[in-house]
């Protein structure tokens, strides 16, 4: 069977794809899974500075073209030139390939989130509007293509939006749960952690913030690590001198897998303080480490972080919100404690070994229709 994937950035966990994130890394996932089935998988994604223009990564034959805009035309160019495939795996983030239009074989729609809100963090007025209305027309012109998503109110968004076909599937981490849990007193020094790329809509600067609420509104001793890179670390550097932070901050820069678990595992929480996210996956990620998160009260991440069963969701979306958060929990050590073990009992579930095999399996089922 031939797959033919259209995704964002992928360059096989390289710093050079600026763009590259949750999305894609679970859309590699799926490909590696499905190559490890015996198909065939083609991936065409947006170019990036040093980037090749064709690679291999674990089996995947990745081709780059286009930019931002453009991208959906040289992945036409492109697809007619190759010999038929079996399925068309169309991904939307923002915007979408159109692939339903041009490439005569059967198309399913992978989307992480509904921009919404997003939209605003990137672009000003009138440029946001036009990508919110963008994206509202896509949906109703893909009334009649199946979509897959791992969100519950993503999967609500897009059945109100008028698609008639949304299946949920779950996302999946390549990090595994421990099983025994280190002692873990919660205690001052708090340790925080962020784990994101450094964009407007993951909103990195609310956790500094809400680290400066901590140690001078609150008199807590505590200290955060900021893992990830991207377009907005230099203006969070300015931030954290800005509120007298920078002594209590640490910018770690993008780390691979095995110093980032070692980082979840130390941290006492995660702040997470997106606008709006498809479902949270470096929240799964902490909570395998046994780390619970705090968490804004937003989609995507009320459905990955379960309130005071798994961290804690935040009354509102403001860094003093966090604050009290954390502050609260100091008087709550014996349910930390439970939160560690449920967040790690619920994360193991969510590895790809449980997740991948179901999600191939609705793949195979759609090549066939």
Known sequence: MQLFGLAGQISHNQPGAPLAGGAERVSLAYMRGLIERGHEVAWFANKFSGGAREEMIDGIQVVRGGGKFTSWRAARKWYATQKPFDLVIDQHHGIPWYAPWWCKTRCVAYIHEVLGPIWDTFYPWPLSAIGKWQERVTHRKYRDVPFWTASAFTRDQLEASGVKSVTQIPYGVETR?????????????????????????????????????????????????????????????????????????????????????????????????????????????????????????????????????????????????????????????????????????????????????????????????
């Open 177 to 369: 749960a421990l099983v025994e849990l280190p002692e873990k007193e919660l205690a001052e020094p708090l340790q925080l952690i962020t784990v994101s790329r450094l964009a407007p809509n993951k909103q990195v600067g609310h956790a500094i913030s809400a680290l400066r609420c901590l140690v001078e509104e609150n008199k807590v001793q505590a200290n955060l690590k900021i893992v990830g890179q991207g377009q907005e670390l230099e203006s969070l550097r300015k931030l954290a001198v800005e509120q007298g932070m920078e002594t209590h901050i640490e910018f770690a820069g993008a780390l691979a897998e095995a110093e980032k678990d070692t980082a979840l595992r130390e941290a006492h929480w995660l702040l997470h303080t997106s606008v709006r996210e498809g479902w949270g996956l470096n929240v799964i990620e902490a909570n395998a480490m046994g780390t619970p998160a705090v968490v804004y009260p937003v989609p995507g991440l009320i459905e990955s972080t379960l309130h005071e069963k798994t961290g804690i969701v935040a009354q509102e979306e403001s860094p003093k919100a966090l604050a009290d958060a954390i502050v609260a929990s100091l008087k709550r050590p014996k349910d930390y404690v439970n939160w560690r073990t449920a967040a790690r009992d619920r994360a193991a579930k969510f590895h790809w070994d449980h997740v991948l095999p179901a999600a191939c399996d609705q793949l195979e089922a759609w090549a066939k229709e």
